[in-house]
């Protein structure tokens, strides 16, 4: 038995992946309306995301099931203390983080999220989860919350946010990630310079594709 499967953690999370998987980005009338060409080139922008993901503010937008189990795997094997997330949206995969943190003894995980309203929901399924001891939720444009008071060591980040920051982001965070830790990007796909450098032979990293459009690194000593 883990904090995962466990009362009231199993239900919660049973709960809020049925209401996720009710809903669509294409019951949004705005991204509906949008061509084809249109989401890659904001998918991928470095200067509309906000704009885009202001559209899907009362969307789960969350890891897979499987991802979420990857993520609690990783972070509980590692024995992760500190751990590092950009995109808390309703907080789904911070509640599969904050499971292992628990789990393995405590630690700190500050996670990002610049919708104000998604905090909110993040912060109520936290409290529900009662895992909101373990979790900093910096609300606001995470190439400036994640640029300052970080842990000096991070064990574990989590890229799934605006996937054109994937890069940025990773830039903020690298110097304090320890040998052995694990950086999983949901939706890699769309950030092809972020795939680039961590499956360079030179960029430091092992990395591998989980589970269609996730990539999985490990940081190299």
Same mark, same amino acid.
Do not use: Q, W
């Given at each position: ?139 606001? @444009? ?17 890229? @799934?946010?605006?996937?054109? &920051?994937?890069?940025?982001?990773? $830039? ?16 890699? @796909? ?15 990293? &092992? ?5 269609? $459009? ?8």
């Amino acid at each position: 038995m883990t904090t995962l499967t466990a009362a009231p953690l199993a239900s919660l999370l049973d709960r809020l992946f049925e209401e996720a998987d009710g809903t669509s980005p294409m019951a949004v009338p705005s991204i509906a309306a949008m061509s084809r060409e249109d989401h890659e080139r904001l998918m991928r922008s470095k200067t509309d995301y906000v704009e885009f993901y202001g559209r899907l503010k009362d969307l789960p937008l969350p890891v897979s099931r499987a991802t979420g189990k990857l993520l609690y795997m990783l972070a509980r094997g590692c024995g992760a203390r500190t751990i590092v997330e950009f995109g808390t949206s309703f907080g789904i995969s911070t509640i599969h983080l904050a499971a292992a943190l628990r789990d393995n003894g405590g630690g700190r995980l500050i996670t990002s999220e610049f919708e104000p309203s998604k905090v909110e929901r993040a912060r109520a399924n936290l409290e529900a989860a009662g895992l909101a001891d373990l979790v900093e939720i910096r609300t606001g @444009d995470a190439l400036r919350t994640l640029a300052v008071d970080l842990p000096d060591t991070v064990d574990l980040l989590l890229l @799934d946010g605006a996937k054109a &920051l994937y890069p940025e982001i990773l $830039d903020l965070v690298e110097n304090r990630l320890r040998p052995g830790a694990f950086v999983i990007a949901d939706n890699a @796909d769309y950030s092809s310079d972020y795939l680039a450098r961590v499956r360079s032979a030179a960029g430091g990293y &092992l990395s591998l594709p989980f589970d269609e $459009d996730v990539e999985l690194s490990m940081r190299l000593g």
